[in-house]
Nanobody
Framework: QVQLVESGGGLAQPGGSLRLSCTASGTILSIYTMAWYRQAPGKDRELVALITSDGRTNYADSVKGRFAVSRDNAKKTVYLQMNSLQLDDTAVYYC?????????WGQGTQVTVSS
């Protein structure tokens, strides 16, 4: 059973930075495509960034140039570095691990951007 635990959320000011972490257990991380999603109040969940097992990345247009996803397979951890945070980045951020038809979700971590 794959378990994912996110951490690093919290309160940040506009223009500030946060780094989210997602640590996996119960599996070898390297075989999964890892992704970060977010869901703001009243909005649909959206894909923020993903990183494939061979390190290719993809980002939502709204975060390109501001967010960076990376992975450390030895530590079974995926990171989301968020810079130049905006009010619209406020959401619950979820980590996922996907391989084939299986997708596993973490419990989410709240990110609030406010002055």
């Amino acid at each position: 059973q794959v378990q994912l635990v996110e951490s690093g959320g919290g309160l940040a000011q506009p223009g500030g930075s946060l780094r989210l972490s997602c640590t996996a257990s119960g599996t070898i991380l390297s075989i999964y495509t890892m992704a970060w999603y977010r869901q703001a109040p009243g909005k649909d969940r959206e894909l923020v960034a993903l990183i494939t097992s061979d390190g290719r990345t993809n980002y939502a247009d709204s975060v390109k140039g501001r967010f960076a996803v990376s992975r450390d397979n030895a530590k079974k951890t995926v990171y989301l570095q968020m810079n130049s945070l905006q009010l619209d980045d406020t959401a619950v951020y979820y980590c996922t691990a996907q391989r084939g038809s299986n997708t596993y979700w973490g419990q989410g971590t709240q990110v609030t951007v406010s002055s």
